[in-house]
C-alpha cells in the first residue's frame, strides 16, 4: 500500500450515525454497545470495511474504542490522541481519557442496574469479557453478545480485499514452514495439548511462512488455522485467497474455506489450546459449547516470531541500508527545499510534498513492498501530534523558521523498517534545540544500554526519560516498539515501555524512539530501530550473562538542533562513531550530491 491523503471520516457523519446506533439499540432492548477500533484478527491497521470506530465517530488514531449509551457517548484514547481527537469528532462524542478511565467503571456510573451493554462476539477476547463482566455483574449490569450493531446501519460498507495470498521466501524467513511446524507441535506434546487454534494473522504468517495484502501497510493473510501436536496444519481462509499456495504449504497443510471455521472447532478433541488475550470470544464460546477441554496459554508462535533469526536478522540490516540510503537522498532533496524556502517568496513545500517525495525515493530503489505505515509529516504545531496523518485537508506549508517531524517506514521482502528524524527548516524556534538534545540524549542512552539477562522493556524505558525528566518533560508514548521481519511494523510482545514485562531476548527487534512534544508549536522525535544481542564479556566482569543493542539505522541526526556544550564527551563520542558508520555503510549506496551531503551532514561534531 502507498498513502493517499483522502479525509476518510469528518466530525458532522457522526451525530447522524450516532442517532441510527440508538435507534438500533432500542430496537433490539439493549442499553449501550461497545465499538472497538480492532477487528476479528487483533491488528494495528484494519481493513476499510472494519473501521467501525472512525465511521462512526469521526476519531482515526490507531487506538481506542467507544461507548454508546442512549444519553452519552464517549470515545476512549490514550495520550498520543489528545490533540488529534479535539479537530475529529463531534460535541456529540465526548472524549475520554483511557486507561486512566476504565471502561467498566464509566459503564458503571452511567448506567442503572438492570442495564445490558451489546457487543460483538468476534471483536473481543475472552479476556476482555470476563474482565468486564466481572466489574459489571456485582453492580447488575449485564453483557450480551449480539449481532453487529455497526454494521447493521453501515449501507456503503467497503468489501473485501480481493488480492491473493502469497510464500515468503525461505532465504529470507531461514526456516522452513515444516520445521517451525515440528517446533510448535513439539510445544503442543510437551504440554499436553492436542492442537492450538490460532487467530492472529502474523503467527499463522510467521508459522506459515506465507503473507498476504488484506490490510494496509501490513503483509499479513486474515485467516484463521489450527495446528495439532504432529504438525498438521488447516488454513482458513476465503475462497481464492491460497489459490498460489498449494505448492508451498504441501500435504501436511489442509486449506478451507473461512465459513467452516467454527464449525471445525466442533470436531476437535481436547485440550485445545487457545490464547485468551487473541482470540475471538466466540471461539471460546463454540468450544464450550461443544463441551470441548480448553487450554488457555499464550499463543504459541509469538515469542519464536519475535527471536529474529540469523536470515530475518541479515535481512533486516540490509532493509534499513537500502531505506536509509533513501532516506538519506530524501533529506538532501529537504535541504535543498528549505534554502529555497528561504531564498525565494513564491517557493512552497507542503506536508503532503514531503510524503510523497519521501514515497519515491523509496520507490526508486525497485525493492518497496509499500510503506509500513502512513507516513506522519508534521511540520510546526502538527509535529506535536503523536500520530499525525495529512489530509488534503489538513495540509500545510511548511515554513522557515519551524520544526518537521517525518516518521516513516517501508516494507521490503527482506524486512520492516521505522525512522523518524526531526527537521530544523531555517533557523529553529527557541527552546527547540534544547528539547532536541535532550531527546537525542535519551535516545542515545538506550542505544549504549548494557543490562542483565532478564530485563524487560519496562526496566529500560527510564534510560530515554530521563534527560528529559531531569528538565521537568516527558512524552505520553512508549519508548520502544517491537517490529517484524515483514510483517507489522508494531509487533508484540516485546516493548520498551513502563507496561512492558516481557523479557528482552537476543534476536528482538525493537524501536528507540523518545520524543517532546509542545502543543500548538513543534514536536521532536528521533527513532532508531535495534535489535537485542548478546554482549561481549568485559575485562575483570564477573560471568553473568548481558544484553547490548545493535543499531540497524543509520541515517545523519539533525546538526542544526544538537546544542554540543549540553553533551557529556560519552554521547559527543557516540554521534561521531554513529555518523562515522553512516558514512562507511550508507556513502557507497550513493553518489554525487548526495553523497556529499550525507559526508557534510555526518562530519565529526
Not at 491460497?242 to 497443510?253: K, N, Q, S, T
Not at 485445545?272 to 463454540?286: H, Q
Request: aromatic share 8%; net charge negative; hydrophobic share 40%.
Amino acid at each position: 500500500m502507498y498513502q493517499n491523503f483522502a479525509t476518510t471520516a469528518r466530525p458532522e457523519q457522526g451525530p447522524p450515525r450516532l442517532a441510527k446506533l440508538r435507534e438500533r439499540l432500542e430496537a433490539v432492548g439493549l442499553d449501550g454497545w461497545i465499538v472497538p477500533r480492532g477487528d476479528t484478527w487483533r491488528g494495528e491497521n484494519v481493513r476499510a470495511r472494519d473501521e467501525r470506530l472512525a465511521w462512526l465517530t469521526g476519531f482515526t488514531g490507531s487506538a481506542g474504542f467507544a461507548a454508546i449509551l442512549q444519553d452519552r457517548a464517549g470515545v476512549f484514547i490514550d495520550g498520543r490522541y489528545k490533540i488529534q481527537i479535539k479537530t475529529q469528532v463531534a460535541p456529540d462524542f465526548t472524549a475520554v481519557d483511557w486507561p486512566a478511565t476504565k471502561l467498566a467503571d464509566w459503564l458503571i456510573a452511567a448506567l442503572p442496574e438492570g442495564g445490558t451493554v451489546g457487543y460483538d462476539a468476534w471483536l473481543h477476547t475472552p479476556e476482555e469479557i470476563r474482565a468486564l463482566h466481572d466489574r459489571l455483574q456485582p453492580k447488575g449490569i449485564g453483557l450480551k453478545a449480539h449481532d453487529n450493531l455497526v454494521d447493521a446501519i453501515w449501507e456503503d460498507r467497503p468489501a473485501p480485499p480481493p488480492a491473493p495470498f502469497f510464500a515468503w521466501p525461505e532465504e529470507f524467513a531461514g526456516r522452513s514452514h515444516a520445521e517451525k511446524r515440528a517446533e510448535i507441535a513439539a510445544v503442543l506434546r510437551e504440554a499436553g495439548q492436542k492442537c492450538v487454534v490460532l487467530t492472529l494473522p502474523d503467527s499463522i504468517a510467521w508459522l506459515l511462512n506465507i503473507r498476504g495484502a488484506d490490510v494496509p501497510c501490513t503483509p499479513v493473510p486474515l485467516s484463521f488455522a489450527i495446528l495439532d501436536d504432529t504438525g498438521r496444519c488447516e488454513l482458513f481462509c476465503p475462497k481464492g485467497k491460497a489459490g498460489e499456495l498449494r505448492d508451498h504449504l504441501g500435504p501436511d497443510v489442509d486449506v478451507l474455506d473461512i465459513d467452516a471455521f467454527l464449525g471445525a472447532l466442533g470436531q476437535l478433541s481436547g485440550p485445545v489450546r487457545l490464547d485468551p488475550k487473541s482470540v475471538p470470544s466466540i471461539v471460546e464460546t463454540t468450544l464450550k459449547g461443544w463441551e470441548t477441554h480448553i487450554a488457555e496459554a499464550e499463543d504459541p508462535c509469538i515469542l519464536p516470531k519475535a527471536r529474529k533469526n540469523e536470515a530475518e536478522i541479515a535481512g533486516a540490516r540490509e532493509a534499513h541500508l537500502r531505506d536509509g540510503a533513501a532516506v538519506c537522498r530524501f533529506l538532501h532533496w529537504l535541504e535543498e527545499e528549505a534554502e529555497s524556502l528561504a531564498n525565494d517568496p513564491g517557493h512552497r513545500l507542503t506536508e503532503i510534498g514531503v510524503v510523497t517525495a519521501l514515497e519515491g525515493f523509496r520507490r526508486d530503489t525497485n525493492a518497496l513492498h509499500g510503506i509500513s505505515f502512513e507516513t506522519i509529516a508534521g511540520a510546526g504545531e502538527h509535529g506535536a501530534i503523536t500520530h499525525y496523518r495529512v489530509t488534503e485537508e489538513t495540509d500545510r506549508d511548511v515554513r522557515t523558521g519551524e520544526l518537521l517531524l517525518v516518521d516513516s517506514g517501508g516494507q521490503y521482502l527482506d524486512g520492516t523498517t521505522d525512522i523518524t528524524r526531526t527537521i530544523a527548516i531555517g533557523t529553529p524556534p527557541e527552546d527547540a534545540a534544547e528539547c532536541y538534545t535532550r531527546v537525542l540524549q535519551g535516545m542515545i542512552a538506550l542505544s549504549r544500554a548494557r543490562f542483565p539477562k532478564g530485563l524487560a522493556g519496562r526496566d529500560l524505558d527510564a534510560l530515554a526519560r530521563f534527560p528529559l525528566w531531569t528538565a521537568g518533560l516527558d512524552y505520553d508514548h512508549g519508548t520502544g516498539h517491537g517490529v517484524g521481519a515483514f510483517l507489522s511494523v508494531h509487533e508484540g510482545p516485546q516493548r520498551i515501555s513502563r507496561a512492558s514485562d516481557t523479557v528482552l531476548e537476543p534476536g528482538m527487534i525493537l524501536s528507540n524512539e523518545p520524543g517532546y512534544y509542545r502543543e500548538g508549536a513543534f514536536g521532536i522525535r528521533i527513532e532508531n530501530l535495534i535489535v537485542t544481542r548478546t554482549a561481549a564479556a568485559l575485562p575483570g566482569a564477573d560471568d553473568r550473562e548481558m544484553y547490548e543493542f545493535e543499531t540497524l539505522t543509520y541515517v545523519p541526526l539533525e546538526r542544526r538542533l544538537i546544542v554540543a556544550e549540553m553533551l557529556s564527551a560519552v554521547e559527543r563520542d557516540w554521534i561521531d562513531t554513529y555518523h562515522a558508520a553512516t558514512v562507511a555503510k550508507i556513502a557507497p549506496r550513493l553518489d554525487g550530491a548526495a553523497r556529499e551531503w550525507l559526508e557534510a551532514a555526518c562530519a565529526p561534531l
